[in-house]
T-cell receptor, first 115, second 113 residues
Framework: AQSVTQPDIHITVSEGASLELRCNYS??????LFWYVQSPGQGLQLLLK??????LVQGIKGFEAEFKRSQSSFNLRKPSVHWSDAAEYFC?????????????FGSGTRLSIRP | NAGVTQTPKFRVLKTGQSMTLLCAQD?????MYWYRQDPGMGLRLIHY???????AKGEVPDGYNVSRLKKQNFLLGLESAAPSQTSVYFC????????????FGPGTRLTVT
């Protein structure tokens, strides 16, 4: 069965520092991988996605993620965080077939920014 | 285009009452999903649908029923609400190209007392 693990519940980084949020997945084949961001009281916004090809994926707001098949990981990175990046981040894995297509989310990592 | 809409936005129920949440989309997407979001639990898939007239169970289906009689609508029903169903409910859709990018509704905040 598909599963997604985000091992860090809460991370605090200083403004301007680099960021890496971890995501590990379990899936039998190459999955579709996503990172979403959710600000307080808001819905989810897609940051980036990986389907195939280049394993380094660029997203919006200066984020990138790298797919590492050998480690079953899809970690999210940003070279320099801004106070506006404080939010909750969700990694998700999806599989699509004609009879069973679904996306499973990790439990999220809450990011706080230290001034 | 309205995208994905959810009705209602807020609701308070007493234990044992029933209600239906409506998700409507105008993007002609094949796949529709209902999630619940609870603190520290992320989004958990309740039920989903891969097309009109079809539904399937997700991770946490107990206590919920769904129907997809029309392609554009996906209904989530609570037959007998329990306090454990207090949550924020999100609907999402995915297009036929199966690229997996989900479009989310704004959410419904449900409180069961």
């Amino acid at each position: 069965a598909q599963s997604v693990t985000q091992p860090d519940i809460h991370i605090t980084v200083s403004e301007g520092a680099s960021l890496e949020l971890r995501c590990n997945y379990s899936y039998g084949a190459t999955p579709y991988l996503f990172w979403y961001v959710q600000s307080p009281g808001q819905g989810l916004q897609l940051l980036l996605k990986y389907f195939s090809g280049d394993t380094l994926v660029q997203g919006i707001k200066g984020f990138e993620a790298e797919f590492k098949r050998s480690q079953s990981s899809f970690n999210l990175r940003k070279p320099s965080v801004h106070w506006s990046d404080a939010a909750e981040y969700f990694c998700a894995v999806g599989a699509f077939y004609s009879s069973a297509s679904k996306i499973i989310f990790g439990s999220g990592t809450r990011l706080s920014i230290r001034p | 285009n309205a995208g994905v809409t959810q009705t209602p936005k807020f609701r308070v129920l007493k234990t044992g009452q029933s209600m239906t949440l409506l998700c409507a989309q105008d993007m002609n997407h094949e796949y529709m999903y209902w999630y619940r979001q609870d603190p520290g639990m992320g989004l958990r898939l309740i039920h989903y649908s891969v097309g009109e007239g079809t539904t399937a169970k997700g991770e946490v289906p107990d206590g919920y029923n769904v129907s997809r009689l029309k392609k554009q609508n996906f209904l989530l029903g609570l037959e007998s609400a329990a306090p454990s169903q207090t949550s924020v409910y999100f609907c999402a859709t995915v297009g036929r190209d199966r690229r997996g990018e989900q479009y989310f509704g704004p959410g419904t905040r449900l409180t069961v007392t």
